[in-house]
């Protein structure tokens, strides 16, 4: 039986496992929001990054990318790979896959996804809500192993639009991080 994944950050544009089908399409009442703390990719524990997590929202679309994986062998690497990528996402759902804003049954059931809870006693690494400037300046200034937040943001911005989504906090947020950068004197495309 296959095997289906849903990405909604850096899975999007890499996935790092092998899959027989990628779909572009959307999840139902969730949003993506900066929330989750990254101290093992895009920051330290020291000083963390914030990544993308998804969290419940009536009647919002969360767009992304669904990966078939059949092969019995693919599966059991891409959950191996998923769960050290994935590490501090605390939570996996099942959830609904759609390709068409008209339709009303999905095109696939029982997706999983990762998720990074609010949970505090499960979920460590959780930062929430902060002001647009308070969350860019985060990101202006995070780095870890896996490179600097800022181009994790700029990647999901860019295979947002190549999938035809806009996704108003990520553009928000991308224009909010790109005026920090100009004002202290960095040129960014």
């Not at 759902?93 to 999905?106: E, M, N």
Request: glycine content about 8%; proline content about 3%; some cysteine.
């Amino acid at each position: 039986m296959a095997m289906w994944v849903f990405g909604y950050g850096s899975l999007i544009w890499k996935a790092g496992f092998n899959y027989d089908e990628r779909l572009v399409g959307f999840i139902k009442d969730y949003r993506r929001v900066f929330y989750q703390g990254s101290t093992d990719h895009r920051g330290t524990p020291q000083f963390p990054g914030r990544t993308v997590t998804i969290e419940p929202a009536k009647g919002e679309l969360c767009w992304g990318a669904a990966y078939k994986i059949t092969r019995n062998e693919d599966q059991i690497t891409a959950l191996e790979h998923l769960e050290v990528r994935e590490k501090q996402y605390d939570k996996k759902a099942y959830v609904d896959f759609f390709t068409d804003l008209t339709d009303s049954t999905p095109v696939i059931s029982n997706v999983m996804v990762y998720i990074a809870s609010a949970d505090k006693n499960l979920n460590n690494n959780y930062l929430g809500p902060a002001s647009l400037e308070e969350i860019a300046i985060q990101i202006v200034r995070a780095e870890g192993p896996s490179g600097q937040n800022r181009e994790y943001l700029f990647k999901l911005e860019s295979a947002l639009n190549q999938i035809g989504c806009e996704d108003k906090h990520v553009t928000d947020l991308a224009n909010e991080v790109r005026r920090i950068l100009l004002l202290q004197g960095e040129f960014i495309v």
